[in-house]
């Protein structure tokens, strides 16, 4: 069986507050508010989808915010360490003055010959902005967004996986996903997919930190695209025959999915890019109303009661 992945679909996290979450996703860098949803599994959480103009796979971070005390992760091996965007190389000036104008320490390095701007949003969980030659507008602009369009975020450059040995995880990233493997450099080593281009490059590093733990300010999972419903069987016979134990196709209303953990402990996600977000909200309004699955409509009223207070993301009117 030959399947290779196109790339990133979406990296779900954890966060805490969701207006704080909201707030500097869209406030700050930019992204859509796409979709305000619930956690299928839990709907007392919001679900919510930050992205482009349209919310188009590849450029969603998503987040359940985990508003209990005492849910704090704990960062360590089995864990996204990063999850980067590429923005064009004129764009990095810009950046940098817009996250030190919003009280966000900004480090500043070189990887692979490109330029990286290090940081963490509110809940600690890192982020990178990667100025890529490569990083053209494939994403729709936000034309209503606080970000000039011309230095918004182009969608996914890629994520960094932390596990306590390369080996195993690299087997699935390159006989199954069809990576393959691009470079090295003071420990990292740089995949890319067949594709090639931003989002499709996922970096392994170790780390002796020990198990991470899930919880606040960790990254939940990772998500790959599937081109189709009909390649997800596909993906489960792959995965199976890798010695891993998918789930069953789950219907998460804007795409279909199948999760399976890879050897290094990190949840992989195999997501369709349809049907997309305009199932049942149109594309002018997006985020605006809290969307419930047909199956949970009947509970909206107790749902609604039970989620914690949230006015939508604050945007600062006066930002250029």
């Known amino acids: 069986m030959s399947l290779h992945t196109p790339g990133l679909h979406h990296v779900t996290a954890i966060a805490g507050d969701p207006q704080a979450n909201a707030d500097f996703y869209v406030g700050t860098l930019g992204l859509r508010f796409v979709k305000k949803t619930v956690n299928h599994d839990d709907t007392g959480t919001y679900h919510f989808y930050f992205g482009d103009g349209e919310g188009a796979p590849g450029t969603n971070i998503t987040f359940f915010p985990w ?24 764009s990095v000036e810009y950046w940098c003055d817009r996250l030190e104008s919003e009280g966000v320490d900004v480090e500043s390095e070189t990887r692979f010959d490109e330029t990286v701007l290090r940081f963490a949003d509110p809940d600690g969980i890192e982020l990178e902005l990667v100025a890529a030659d490569d990083a053209e507008l494939d994403a729709t602009p936000w034309e209503d967004g606080p970000v ?3 230095h918004q975020l182009r ?6 996986l932390a596990v306590d040995e390369v080996g195993p995880t690299e087997t699935i990233l390159t006989d199954v996903l069809g990576y393959d493997l691009e470079g090295e450099t003071d420990g990292r080593r740089r995949y890319r997919s067949a594709t090639g281009g931003p989002g499709s ?105 039970k989620l914690p207070a949230f006015d939508g993301p604050r945007i600062d009117s006066s930002a250029d």
């Open 67 to 90: 508003t209990d005390q005492g849910r704090e992760g704990r960062f360590g091996a089995g864990q996204t360490q990063t999850t980067a965007y590429a923005i064009p190389p004129e």
């Open 155 to 160: 969608g996914f450059y890629n994520v960094t």
């Open 201 to 305: 490059i996922v970096d392994l590093v170790e780390t002796d930190a020990g198990r991470g733990r899930m919880g606040v300010g960790t990254v939940h999972h990772v998500a790959f695209v599937a081109e189709s419903v009909e390649e997800q069987e596909q993906w489960r016979e792959a995965y199976a025959d890798a010695g891993l134990s998918p789930s069953e196709v789950i219907d998460r209303t804007y795409f279909q999915s199948i999760y399976t953990r890879e050897p290094g402990g990190i949840l992989f996600e195999m997501a369709t890019t349809g049907p997309g977000f305009t199932e049942d909200e149109a594309l002018d309004e997006l985020g605006e109303r809290l969307a419930l699955p047909e199956w949970l409509e009947d509970e909206r009223e107790q749902i609604e009661a």
């Open 148 to 150: 000039p369009t011309d």
